[in-house]
Antibody, heavy 125, light 108 residues
Framework: EVQLVESGGGLVQPGGSLRLSCGVS????????MSWVRQTPGKGLEWVSY????????YYADSVKGRFTISRDNAKNSLYLQMNSLRDEDTAVYYC??????????????????WGQGTLVTVSS | SYELTQDPSVSVALGQTVRITCQGD??????ASWYKQKPGQAPVLVIY???NRPSGIPDRLSGSSSGNTASLTITGAQAEDEADYYC???????????FGGGTKLTVL
């Protein structure tokens, strides 16, 4: 059974830092790209960051670029999100999600097939 | 701001058919995927690619695409279909992943 379990959320002051973790099981972690997606309470989903299966390719939403760092430890089946210089608007539930990429000569798309239950990050003084 | 546009809310009578749409230039290049989310729960993948359903998703949900618009159709809506639905694809550059703003589906 595929499982993704986030941890590390909590209350932090503006300007502070927090490190989220996502432990996974039930599939070969090192073979899949992964992402973080967040959701402000009562609002929609926002993609935050993406990391390639080997960890060498990383991408970020403009809203977090330069402040957040995504990483992974394939030996520990774990995904991380280091969040620095946190702002009020970073308050959200953060989900980790497995990414599947389909790329052929004629078509390209990706999707998130498994999600964790999320961890709440609250940025407030 | 979103590069994928969805209607904020849609309603459907029990047993009727409803179409939820997602518009964006990038959809001319990339297929969308669709996610269902109930309050307090994580999103669940319901449609991906041209028209594929993960195991366990009922076949009354289907996907289609034309030009810059992707659609999620629910044929014979049930009470349990009431939820928020989000589309996802890449942005125009292809480097960023993006979600639509979401559509709240009410089953009357």
């Amino acid at each position: 059974e595929v499982q993704l379990v986030e941890s590390g959320g909590g209350l932090v002051q503006p300007g502070g830092s927090l490190r989220l973790s996502c432990g996974v099981s039930g599939f070969p972690f090192s073979s899949y790209e992964m992402s973080w997606v967040r959701q402000t309470p009562g609002k929609g989903l926002e993609w935050v960051s993406y990391i390639s299966d080997g960890g060498f390719g990383t991408y970020y939403a403009d809203s977090v670029k330069g402040r957040f760092t995504i990483s992974r430890d394939n030996a520990k089946n774990s995904l991380y999100l280091q969040m620095n210089s946190l702002r009020d608007e970073d308050t959200a539930v953060y989900y980790c999600a497995r990414v599947v990429i389909v790329a052929t000569s004629s078509v390209f798309y990706d999707y998130f097939d498994y999600w964790g239950q999320g961890t709440l990050v609250t940025v407030s003084s | 701001s979103y590069e994928l546009t969805q209607d904020p809310s849609v309603s459907v009578a029990l047993g009727q058919t409803v179409r939820i749409t997602c518009q964006g230039d990038s959809l001319r290049r990339y297929y969308a995927s669709w996610y269902k989310q109930k309050p307090g729960q994580a999103p669940v993948l319901v449609i991906y690619g041209k028209d594929n359903r993960p195991s366990g998703i009922p076949d009354r949900l289907s996907g289609s695409s034309s030009g810059n618009t992707a659609s999620l159709t629910i044929t014979g809506a049930q009470a349990e279909d009431e939820a928020d639905y989000y589309c996802h694809s890449r942005d125009s550059s292809g480097e960023h992943l993006v979600f639509g703003g979401g559509t709240k589906l009410t089953v009357l």
